[in-house]
Each structure stands twice: as C-alpha cells, then as structure tokens.
C-alpha cells in the first residue's frame, strides 16, 4: 500500500497504485473499512456482497488531472425490519452517492463558478488542472443553496437595469451590515410591497425620489421611515438649475459682457496694421476625402431608404407597417411621407476655442511670422488654454492658400481695426463656458473651487440679479444636505417658492409633494451610498456572465457574492 500526506483520503480508504501520464494521473484506491453502514436503518453490516470499480474526479495535482479508480463493497444488511437487503459503502464527506466527482472538487467548482462564469471560468479551469463545460459550472452554481434571508430594521433600496432604459429588477441592501438581502425580478410597486409585507421588521427605508418604492412602503410597510437619499436630492437641485440657466443663457452673458469693461471696449493702443477675420469655415481644414465619401454613402443609403418608403406607402401600406419592415420608427416614416425627399443636413459647426485668437495670428502671419510654436506661446499669455493643434492648423490652411490675406488698412479705417482688435482679445470666460458646466459652480462650496474657477463664478453672480438669488438658494440648500440640517427645510421652501425663479419653484414643489422622506433624509444619515455601490458590482457580475443573466442565475451570483 502506497500512503502520502500531499494526497489525503479519508480514514478507511488507502491508496493502491498509482499510473502517470502526460495529462492525468490515476489513483486506484481501495477501501479498507471492516464494515459498512446501511443508508436506511443506520446498522452496521459486515457481511459482504461483492465488489465493483467506481470512477470519480477528484482536485488535480501538480497541473495534471487526477481520477480515483475507488474499488468498492456492497454489503447484506442483516436488519430483519429493514427493506433494503444489499447496499453499496457510503464514503460521507468525500464523495456522494451516483455522483462522478469529490464533494472537494466540486466545491472548486462552485468557487470558480460564482467567482467568474460559465464561459470564463472553463477558459481558466484547464490551467488549474481541471477540464470542466460551463454549463456544469454554472448548474454547480445553480446547485448552491440560496442564502436565508435574515431580518433587516435598515433597509436600502434601489434599482438596477437589466437591459438600459427597458428592463429594470430591485436591489435590497441591509444598511447596517452593508450586504445584499435579495433580489426582485422588476422594479414594479406590487413587487417591492410584497416583498415589504413579509419584513415587518424594518424601520427605515432609504430610498430615490421614484414613486414606485415609495408608493410600496406606504401599502406595505407604514411602520417604517422613509429617508430620501441625499445624493439625488442634489441631483433634482442640479437639473432645476441647468435649466434655470439655460433659460436665461443668452442674457448672462450679455451681462458679464457689460459687467466686464475689457470686454466691450476696444483698445484703443493697439489699432495699427490689421486684418478682418475670417469666419472659422473659412481657415478650417477641409473635410477629409474619406469623410466625405462616407457622408455621400449614408446619403445614398437614406435615399434608398426613401424610396422603399414611398414604394410600400403606394401598396397601401400604412406607416407603422412601413417602419416594421424597414427598422426605422414611425415618426421618421411620417416625417418622410409629410416632407418628401429627406436632404442631408450639413452638420453646424461647433465654436472653436481658437477663434477669439485666430484674428491674431492672421496679423502675425502677415508680418513675417510663420513659426506655429511661436505664435502659440504668444496666444497662450494673451489667455489661451489650450494646445498648438489648432494653431498648425491653422497655419496650414494660409500656406495652401485657401484665406484671401487682405491687404494692410489705411489709417483712416481705425475704427473698423478697433473692432477686429476687440475681437481678438482673449475672450470672456463665459463665452466658453455652457449651462451645465456653470451649474457645477453653483453647487460646490466656494472652498472646493479653484481660483480661475472662483474668478467665472464671481463674474457669472455679477452677470444677474437671478443667478445671484439663485447661487444664494442653491448653496442654503446644498448646506442643508451637507450638514444634515432638516429643521431650516419649510424656510428654504417659503424662500424658493417667493423666488422669480420657475425651474426652482418647480423643485419646491417637488419636495414638498415627498416632504416627509426628505426632512428625514436631512435629519438621518442613512443614505443610498452602500446600495449604489452594489449595483455598480452588480454590473460587473452581469457583464461577466456572457448572455447568461437569466434572473434566477444572476440572483444566484450576486447573494453568494455579497
């Protein structure tokens, strides 16, 4: 008999040979216990019937793949009361019954299986000396048995997308021990109350500003309180100040262009030798060939697309039909039907940092300078931010030859070079700046901005008395999130709902429909943090499982996982 501590076995079992080859190594293993247990009367039996060869997988062995030739017994069962007269050895704890591999191999199993998938874990379980379909491990997952769900008094909740924009399940989260709970198949009230009704543990619900959980907690759960997380508090706050701001867009920055005297007066220094500016489609490079021949492409394809419409419209075919068949939407085939012959629109061109500077380097060029470094360094300490890119290219489309280079101005014509000049002063930071990249100013402290970013804000307050009033409520509002002080919320309402300001008023409104929830959520600091965490590791365990992500799989994963 063969006996090796780097190869354990159970007591009773003892190894006879060993066979080695390239790939697999076979160990004959032969049981040695004087007696059996019989699997219904739990008697011992040592009369034996006979023996027999059972094959198993068992965990590999220095990279090779390992199978145990177990010689087994069948035993009598000398029970009178018993019905079973012949029975084959049990080896508990080691291998089960009918079953082709060890409980220790397929526990590895089940270890690969939640931790990658059915198709990456059989890509990395032949480097680990095991050869296994992913179908086997993920049914070895499947095998596992769910987790008991355990009481919960802190409850967050949340939804995740199965398909974006189409499917979406729930996620539960325990608050105080940050571990999933359970999964839901949607996102529906019905759903989330049922699952509420059988915990009537739980006292607190963090949860969105949706009205689908909060509509569930108050059928299911009017014991407990609902807390609005404060991340999306902020987040309504945001999106009612970029539109707030893009409403009145154009006027702030007719406004910093006033407040700002640089600006709007031209120097009167620097009014020598000039040039008009050439409109930005003038300099800039042309559209490459291989672009253009894709536009025509598409446009071909849509006139095609076109046709085919107006072909099936003449069967008597009706829109939603036409658009079936084609794989456009409705509204597009009516569109088409209603306006005819669909032309290409010419894409507009967006605004360019360069342009303020490009009247500049115009001046340059035609005094002499041609070297692109140069003139960049010389934009850079007039203000400009940004790299040389815009420049050579710039300069390569005046070495083609595709802008007129006008000829120099007479004296006379100053006042038109005072306008260009103005034109080429470093520009506003406003003009560069958009809605939604201003509401971030708003919003953080002031300590948290930067000083170029301190400067923009202090010139977007000045712009008008609206943005003044509106960065005054916005940061009362983000302080009250911040240091959770919920006793200064009706001021805070009485104040935004007497504001000219309609996108705020409109925020008010919201909050006091869910006024409740809110108070708590600036009163409690319980929040959404950890059940957002999740749902980002939620992704990832989806995207891992190749199509797989049937619901009771992904539930699976996800409860063993946390």
């Not at 040979?17 to 009367?41: D, H, N, T």
């Not at 940050?178 to 019905?190: A, E, Q």
């Not at 200064?488 to 996108?503: G, I």
């Amino acid at each position: 008999m063969i006996s090796s501590t780097f190869f354990s076995l159970p007591l009773g079992l003892d190894i006879e040979s060993v066979s080695l080859s390239e790939e697999q190594l076979v160990v004959s293993v032969i049981a040695r216990c004087p007696s059996g247990r019989c699997p219904l009367c739990q008697q011992e039996a040592a009369r034996v019937h006979s023996r027999y060869r059972r094959t198993v997988a068992d965990l590999p062995s220095g990279g090779r793949r390992v199978v145990l030739s177990l010689l087994m017994r069948k035993f009598f069962c000398d029970t009178a009361q018993c019905p079973r007269r012949i029975f084959t050895e049990r080896l508990p704890d080691f291998i089960h019954p009918w079953a082709r591999i060890t409980d220790r191999l397929c526990r590895s199993l089940e270890a690969i299986g939640f931790a990658t998938s059915g198709e990456v874990g059989s890509r990395l379980a032949p480097h680990l000396g095991i050869v296994v379909p992913p179908t086997t491990l993920l049914r070895r997952v499947m095998a596992h048995p769910v987790p008991v769900p355990v009481k919960v008094s802190h409850l967050g909740i949340d939804d995740f997308a199965f398909r974006r924009g189409r499917k979406y399940g729930t996620l539960l989260v325990d608050l105080d021990s940050h571990r999933i709970v359970d999964l839901l198949p949607d996102r529906t009230t019905p759903s989330a109350a049922a699952w509420l009704a059988g915990h009537p543990e739980v006292e607190i619900i963090s949860r969105d500003r949706g009205n689908d959980y909060a509509a569930a907690a108050r059928q299911a759960a009017p014991q407990a309180i609902q807390v609005a997380d404060r991340f999306h508090l902020v987040k309504n706050l945001a999106e009612a100040v970029e539109l707030a701001l893009a409403r009145g867009w154009a006027e702030i920055r007719r406004g910093s262009q006033l407040a700002d005297g640089q600006s709007t007066a031209p120097s009167s220094e620097s009014v020598e030798e000039e040039t008009e500016a050439a409109p930005p489609h003038e300099w800039r490079p042309p559209v490459p060939m291989h672009r253009q021949q894709l536009q025509v492409a598409r446009q071909a394809e849509r006139m095609k697309r076109y046709e085919q419409v107006i072909s099936l419209r003449s069967l008597g075919l009706k829109p939603t039909a036409i658009a079936r068949r084609l794989g456009k939407s409705e509204r597009t085939v009516r569109r088409w039907l209603a306006l005819g012959i669909p032309e290409g629109k010419r894409r507009r061109r967006k605004r360019s940092h360069f342009d303020a500077y490009a009247p500049y380097v115009l001046r340059r060029w035609r005094e002499g300078c041609h070297n692109g470094l140069q003139l960049w360094r010389e934009i850079q300490a007039q203000g400009y931010r940004h790299s040389a890119r815009m420049v050579y290219q710039f300069l390569h489309t005046l070495r083609a030859g595709t802008i007129p280079i006008l000829p120099l101005l007479p004296t006379e014509h100053q006042q038109s070079v005072s306008k260009t000049e103005a034109a080429a002063s470093p520009p506003s930071p406003l003009e560069t700046l958009s809605a939604r990249q201003a509401v971030w100013l708003l919003v953080r402290e002031s300590t948290a901005l930067d000083q170029t970013e301190q400067e923009t804000l202090a010139l977007l307050r000045q712009s008008s008395p609206g943005v003044e009033s509106l960065y005054q409520l916005v940061q009362d509002f983000v302080r009250m999130v911040r240091h959770r002080q919920g006793e200064k919320l009706d001021a805070w309402l009485n104040q935004a709902a007497s504001s000219h300001l309609p996108d705020l008023r409109r925020f008010a409104v919201g909050i006091e429909r869910d006024k409740a929830a809110v108070l708590a959520g600036l009163s409690y600091p319980y929040s959404n943090g950890v059940v957002e965490g999740h749902v980002n590791r939620l992704k990832l365990i989806k995207r891992l499982m190749y199509g797989r992500a049937g619901f009771p799989l992904l539930r699976q994963r996800v409860l063993r996982a946390a």
